[in-house]
Structures are given as C-alpha cells and as structure tokens.
C-alpha cells in the first residue's frame, strides 16, 4: 500500500463533460479503461498541471487521481496532456464501469 501526501486538487468535477468505460485501441482484450472529457477550463488546468509536473524527479511527477477520498491512481507524467480527454485505467478492485459511475455521482 502506498502512501501519498496530496497537494490542492487541480482539477475537479465542475472540470469533466462526459465519463464512460471504454475498450482501449491497442489494449489486452477485456482491458477496458475510463474516458474523461474535460471542459476548456479542465483542458487549460491539466495542461499546466502536466507542464509543471512532468519535469519534476520521481514521486513528485505524479498526478493522483482522486475519487470520494481514495486515490484510486498516481500516474507518473510523461509528457504534457492537452487534448481534452483522459484514459483512466480502474485499479484491480474496481471495474471501468464501476470507476465512470463513481466518478460521475461525485461530479
């Protein structure tokens, strides 16, 4: 079990327009992965957020993705997101289905 210490949320659920499980191109089968569309404001926030991350040494390049008080990921940065939508891969307890009806009722 990790152990994070988190910053100020830089995006939340006034920054997302659509969530929704979806099979990921090039992905195992029956790997299925959460779709997040951000606003323009959401869009703008994650990129400087990456942009500020992305060089930093390790731990602190991660981005915690948070839901009702569970990190339920901490993806290393590797490079700047600005296109609008995220894939977010559910953890082992959680299927994509389950994760998109989570983080929608907290939106």
Known sequence: MARYVLGPAELTGQDLTAVSPETADGAAPGQALVAVQLTTDGTRKL??????????????????????????????????????????????TLSAADLAARIRAAS
């Open 47 to 92: 990129g400087e957020a990456t942009t500020r991350l992305v060089n930093l040494p390790a731990p602190r390049n991660h981005l915690a993705i948070v839901v009702d008080s569970v990190v339920v990921g901490a993806p290393t940065v590797m490079s700047v997101i600005d296109g609008g939508i995220l894939q977010i891969a559910p953890p082992d």
